[in-house]
């Protein structure tokens, strides 16, 4: 007589504690986390960098000890045998260990021997997760030389060679495009619908938590809430709104902001969408005079609207005011190109990297360069930079070519990298310090640009704190205002808000737009569809070459069919990456 199959839950955490010491400081990764994940579902873990995502993760997956408390995977508790619960699971850390010098077929071997998989399963096994991933026509193919999103689906493969019983994922998505974050969703979902897979997801994306059917919802080491997507977004069912006006997108958004009575506001294309406190539109007067033709519309919750609730409840104060002025309109700027690209084209030997690329970006536009992994987004950005030469082409920034001028023109740029390029063992001071010093401000000038960014970014209490133990949203911000220090006229950001909550996010936007509107050109690449929607213009881009181009608002429109009567702009740019590689199809 066989044994009833196991239907307790696959995952339970009781009363989990852990702490680090963080030079002389003690830091709570996670404080009493009790939860539990069902077995073959997927259970998002949600929450932005610093949360304690990964710490949760490692402490399932056995490589730390919890301080206090019980985890129990698959009914065995990992404190009194670590081992047995390696046996069964499978985990894909965020920094997979591919090692790219090697083959897509040579990465499978290495990782089939280290995890003991027999030579006589192995082809059947290599055949099922390469047609999986799609990865079977790049086996000879080495790993350094594929996209960000097929990397990801190499490790997944790797990690899932032995096929676990439960399966985490350590933001798997982070750093992809959204048609490899797609991709990546359907083999979850094949592996849940499958194979009975129990799948624990971290993510900072909010989106993905809708694809999930349980979350966690994790901040600073807390947990906030957890239970099915459906249950936090129904919760702000009567709260979100479309708002527009006869003023500018990014004045309205202000105004609604600084009020009260609104829990979130965020630029999408033309309108600006609300979520306010009270399940009712809001006093068009409380608006002033000054905002004519204001209308609200309903329209139906999301989860981040959840999120962004309770993140607002936990909050030690209401958000800070951004900047001075932020109530009057901003005064109109000249529609003067500050950027200028003719044909920009980049060779690495006999590979065509940007092909024959033109656009110009306005004084005081907010630009958005978008594209798939792989589309050549990186290489244009650094060529506009000044980092690296074009091959063909013309490229003008702040009035300089880029060929012959790129000293002078990067003394008009300010940057800021995805990784924030912070100098993790200076403190907050000495980073704007050196920062200064780097852009040639000396004496009072540099004095009075440091006051000017401890007190704009409220860094006051942080200046002897070392980078390194910051919260992201401060390093972020202290990142940002290094990038500022020299008062530059145009603003490359590259990924600007990966991984940072959504209240940093927002506030972060508010910055941007502020300098926008004083006449500062703002280029940005981004994989967050959201933030595309704060550009004036997009350009997308795929293996070089320019799909389209347009604002926002243009692009949906031209995605807009019967099945998708009201496109977002993550199915927008699906909708465009996919239409060019049928086109190419069809052309072969």
């Not at 790993?143 to 689906?153: D, E, F, N, P």
């Not at 600084?258 to 007067?285: C, F, H, K, N, Y």
């Not at 929607?533 to 604002?551: F, K, S, W």
Request: hydrophobic fraction near 45%; include cysteine; aromatic fraction near 6%.
């Amino acid at each position: 007589m066989s044994a009833a199959p196991d239907t307790g839950p696959a995952l339970r955490l009781e009363a989990v504690w852990r702490r680090f010491r963080a030079g002389k400081r003690i830091v709570t990764a996670l404080a009493g986390i009790s939860a539990s994940a069902a077995r073959g579902r997927v259970t998002g873990l949600i929450g932005p960098d610093g949360a304690g995502k990964t710490t949760l993760m490692r402490l399932i997956a056995g490589l730390l000890r919890a301080d206090s408390g019980r985890i129990d995977v698959l009914g065995i508790d990992v404190a009194q045998d670590p081992l047995a619960v390696q046996s069964r699971i499978g985990y894909m850390p965020q920094r997979f260990g591919l090692y790219e010098d090697l083959s897509v077929r040579e990465n499978l071997d290495l990782y089939a021997d280290l995890q003991g998989v027999p030579q006589e399963v192995r082809a059947a096994r290599y055949a099922e997760l390469l047609h999986m991933t799609g990865l079977g026509t790049f086996t000879a193919r080495i790993a350094g030389r594929l996209s960000g999103g097929m990397k990801q689906k190499l490790g997944l493969a790797c990690t899932l060679l032995q096929p676990p019983q439960l399966l985490l994922l350590d933001e798997p998505t982070v750093g992809v495009d959204p048609v490899s974050r797609r991709e990546l969703w359907q083999i979850i979902d094949h592996l849940t619908r499958d194979a009975a897979t129990t799948v624990l997801f971290s993510t900072a994306y909010l989106d993905e938590a809708e694809r999930c059917d349980a979350v966690l919802l994790l901040h600073d080491g807390r947990l906030l809430g957890s239970g099915a997507p459906a249950h936090f977004t129904n919760e702000m069912a009567g709260h979100s709104f479309y708002a527009s006006a006869a003023v500018g997108r990014r004045h309205l958004q202000e105004r609604l902001a600084a009020m009260p009575e609104v829990i979130d506001a965020v630029i999408q294309g033309s309108r600006v969408r609300v979520v306010t406190a009270l399940a009712a539109p809001l006093d068009a007067a409380a608006l002033g005079p000054q905002v004519a033709d204001f209308a609200m519309t309903p329209t139906p919750p999301r989860f981040e609207d959840s999120f962004v609730a309770r993140l607002r409840k936990v909050a030690a104060s209401p958000p800070p005011p951004v900047g001075a002025g932020t109530a009057a309109a901003p005064a109109p700027v000249p529609a003067e190109a500050v950027i200028a690209v003719e044909n920009l084209t980049c060779d690495f030997g006999a590979f065509r990297a940007v092909d024959a690329v033109s656009f110009s970006v306005a004084r005081g536009e907010i630009f958005g360069l978008l594209g798939a992994n792989g589309a050549g987004k990186s290489t244009t950005f650094r060529m506009l930079c000044g980092l690296l030469p074009p091959s063909h082409g013309v490229l003008r920034v702040a009035g300089y070519d880029l060929r012959n001028a790129a000293a002078p023109a990067r003394r008009q740029i300010g940057y800021m990298a995805q990784k924030f390029s912070l100098y993790a063992d200076l403190s907050v001071r000495q980073n704007l310090r050196f920062f200064s010093s780097v852009y040639r401000l000396a004496g009072a000038q540099q004095r009075t640009r440091i006051d000017w960014a401890v007190a704009q970014f409220e860094l006051g209490e942080m200046l002897d704190a070392t980078a390194r133990d910051l919260a992201l949203g401060f390093k972020q911000r202290l990142a940002l205002a290094c990038a500022l220090m020299h008062e530059p006229q145009i603003l490359f950001l590259d990924e600007p808000t990966s991984g940072v909550d959504p209240l940093a996010r927002r506030e972060f936007w508010r910055r941007i737009n502020l300098l926008a509107a004083a006449g500062v050109t703002v280029l940005v690449t981004t994989h967050f569809m959201e933030e595309a929607e704060y550009c004036d213009r997009l350009l997308i881009m795929a293996q070089g070459r320019v799909l389209t181009a347009g604002t926002p608002e243009a692009i949906k429109a031209a995605a807009r069919n019967a099945e998708r009567p009201d496109p977002t702009m993550e199915e927008a740019f699906i909708a465009v990456i996919e239409a060019a590689a049928t086109a190419t199809t069809v052309a072969a």
